[in-house]
């Protein structure tokens, strides 16, 4: 026969309380230290949480995270702002191009930004999926066009590599303006890195498909 299981501690140890947070030991010692959460010490030094605390400071789960709610243009700006003199140079095969080449290549970023904006965004998986798709293909004929303008394909990736590098820092800058809990923005930052990695995937495809 089964024996009754036992009622759950009111207390917590600082483990136990951290790993229902979903934030580090360290942050919650810190929370404690600043009197932001409710703990005492052990006659053996070890802290204890009460466990009603720590729960309620749980985030209530959505049925859906809030929507970005940024567009390629205000991402593109953003960036800009926020680091001008950390900006590398443009390749030296960009460089080259003329006025509208360069004008050319913006587009499609500002295209790919709001592609993978709406892919994020979407509310059903198809949608979704759609939206990648889309953006796969664009990706693809913007390697293609890399390759008919004379850059090599390591200098077609490691242009790609800037504008991933860019676009997932303005990201989780947008998860904390938007103010998405911890699994929240997790998620959200694992769903772009796959998304990119799909983006490289039709990038490579694209150039090697005209070098053919």
């Known amino acids: 026969m089964l024996s009754p299981a036992r009622p759950a501690s009111p207390w917590l140890s600082l483990g136990e309380a951290s790993r229902i947070l979903g934030i580090t030991p360290g942050t919650l ?53 926020a680091r001008p003199a950390e900006r590398p140079a443009p390749p030296p095969w960009l460089a080259s191009l003329s006025d509208a080449d360069r004008a050319d290549f913006r587009d499609r970023g500002h295209r790919l930004l709001a592609l993978l904006l709406e892919h994020l965004d979407a509310e059903q998986k198809e ?46 800058g947008i998860a904390r303006r938007r103010r998405l809990d911890t699994r929240e923005a997790t998620a959200l930052l694992v769903e772009a890195e796959a998304a990119m990695d799909r983006l490289l995937v039709a990038l490579m495809n694209g150039y090697s498909e005209l070098g053919r």
């Open 29 to 81: 010692r810190r929370w404690a230290d600043e009197g932001q959460v409710a703990t005492f010490v052990t006659p053996g030094g070890h802290r204890r949480f009460p466990r009603s605390v720590i729960e309620s400071l749980v985030p209530h789960l959505r049925a859906r995270r809030p929507a970005l709610g940024s567009s390629a243009d205000r991402m593109a700006q953003a960036y800009r702002r």
């Open 127 to 172: 949608a979704a999926q759609a939206k990648l798709a889309e953006a796969c293909r664009a990706a693809g004929e913007y390697g293609a066009r890399a390759a008919s303008l004379g850059a090599s394909l390591a200098e077609a990736v490691e242009f790609f590599l800037r504008f991933r590098s860019s676009f997932v820092g303005e990201l989780a």
